[in-house]
């Protein structure tokens, strides 16, 4: 390569290797004889854990925690070392993922439907943004500067939101949905923590927005994925389970930006796969009583990779066909892929089609249902698979699985057609009380007054 030529590790410089079936399996066969077992993430010097920096910095009087409070009724989880993790399971302030209220609308709605059966206090606020990380990943355009800007501004909004209701700061925690902004937002903690410089320049951006506690950077205790909330709720979520699944063969694709970034940080459980990988969306699915099957390449990435799926797509599909979708179904026969982040399950779910033009598959479609852990535990609970659940939105078919799960999706899709002719005249359901749809920030307009200006009725 040139000297003035820049190794991306992208686009035109791949190459394909030729390598025979053979060979391939034994250039990858180190992950299922080290990565199998935790001992690669926890066989090395003890790592630190930032909230020890974080309490102390507090103690100093640089940076106000927002803590997980007895009234959030938290549950405590195990992390990768043995640490305890704080979950709060109570007044959750969502903050929504980008990706799917543009691509998977059934996975917030599942996820709020869920909380709603089971009279959990939530906030669904308007006053948020993207966390921007995908900018950051996908095009490098971004920085450290403005991710940790975004961060903290997000977060203080969920502090602070509470107060448009005459309830105290801190009310609301934040539960994040996507796993991007999960990884990223628990990086980029890491950094304020350890860097007075960046903590001194954000304080000046947050300074003008008004987005400082007491002159101070509000930094939160945990930062928590929703994923987690579903995994401490396991057994309250499957003791309203209708639908019986043991029939089902499930797998499961942890994702790269919620177990792999910071994964001091994740939840490892004992009493799934004997502790040894990540615990959340198995654990749901084990207390659901599907069959969770192991499959070879359950580490690898989906494919997506941010750049990939920008710059070389083809490598995004190939790498999501030939990795994971052809393994699962050939090696463990699934009928449905669980996971838990925005980008995996698109690339998953989207790609399947690339199949067909691959002649080495001899006119096998390899089709599968991708879908998250809470919407399939939504689905076992009962939630409809067309209002709800939505799955006329994913590129996989999902009859099969309806079937097996025994859900008659022909009468479910005809009454879902006849609720769309009723959301044409203008009467749409929803699924909480309109006035749960609010804001704390500057654009809140109180109850009285938004029934006075007609926006909603007495």
């Given amino acids: 390569m040139a000297n003035d030529e ?36 926890t066989n090395k010097d003890r790592v630190h854990d930032i909230r020890d920096v974080m309490w102390q910095l507090e ?45 998977i609308p059934g996975y917030p709605t599942s ?117 987690e909330w579903v995994h401490v709720m396991r057994e309250d979520i499957a003791a309203r389970q209708t639908i019986d699944v043991s029939n089902i063969r499930s797998t499961i694709h942890p994702a790269c930006h919620v177990y792999k970034m910071v994964p001091q940080d994740v939840i490892y459980d004992d009493d799934v796969l004997d502790g040894n ?67 995996c399950i698109t690339t998953l779910d989207k790609n399947q089609w690339i199949a067909k033009a691959d002649d080495r598959n001899e006119g096998k479609n390899y089709e599968i249902p991708v879908i998250s852990d809470i919407q399939f535990a939504a689905l076992a609970c009962g939630a409809d698979p067309f209002k709800i659940v939505q799955s006329h939105w994913h590129a996989s078919p999902f009859e099969n699985l309806f079937e097996k799960m025994g859900i008659n999706w022909e009468e479910k899709k005809a009454d879902f057609e006849l609720y769309l002719k009723q959301v044409e005249a203008g009467n749409p359901e929803n699924l909480y009380d309109p006035r749960r749809r609010i804001t704390g920030g500057p654009g809140y307009i109180n109850v009285e007054e938004r029934k006075k200006l007609g926006m909603i009725s007495s």
């Fill in 111 to 227: 996820l709020l439907w869920m909380m709603n059966e089971m009279d959990i206090p939530y906030l669904d606020e308007t006053d948020q943004t993207s966390c921007t990380a995908w900018n950051y990943h996908g095009s490098g355009i971004g920085n450290i500067e403005s991710l940790a800007a975004v961060f903290l501004r997000n977060f203080h909004q969920a502090y602070v939101s509470a107060k448009a209701e005459g309830l105290p700061e801190g009310y609301y925690y934040p539960l994040v949905h996507c796993g991007t902004s999960f990884g990223n937002y628990k990086e980029v903690r890491e950094y304020l923590m350890l860097s007075a410089e960046l903590r001194d320049r954000v304080k000046k951006i947050l300074g003008k927005l008004n987005r400082l506690v007491d002159g101070k950077l509000l930094i939160p205790e945990e930062i928590i994925h929703y994923s």
């Fill in 277 to 343: 990988r990540v615990a959340v969306s198995t654990g749901i699915m084990q207390s659901l009583g599907t069959q969770v099957i192991d499959y070879s390449t359950w580490y690898d990435c989906c494919g997506f990779g941010f750049r990939h799926i920008i710059s070389e797509r083809e490598f995004t599909r190939s790498f999501a066909i030939d990795r994971k979708i052809k393994v699962v179904i050939d090696e463990a026969k699934s009928d449905v892929m669980i996971g838990h982040d925005t980008g």
């Fill in 6 to 41: 820049r190794f991306t590790g992208h686009g035109s410089e791949w190459r394909d290797s030729k390598l025979s079936d053979a060979d391939a399996a034994k250039a990858t066969s180190w992950v299922e004889a080290k990565i199998d077992k935790r001992s690669m993430l």
């Fill in 59 to 103: 103690k100093e009087g640089e940076i106000k925690v927002h803590r997980v409070g007895d009234q959030h009724a938290p549950r405590m989880a195990k992390t990768l070392y043995g640490w305890d993790k704080k979950i709060p399971t109570r007044q959750l302030w969502h903050h929504k993922s980008c990706g799917q209220c543009g691509n």
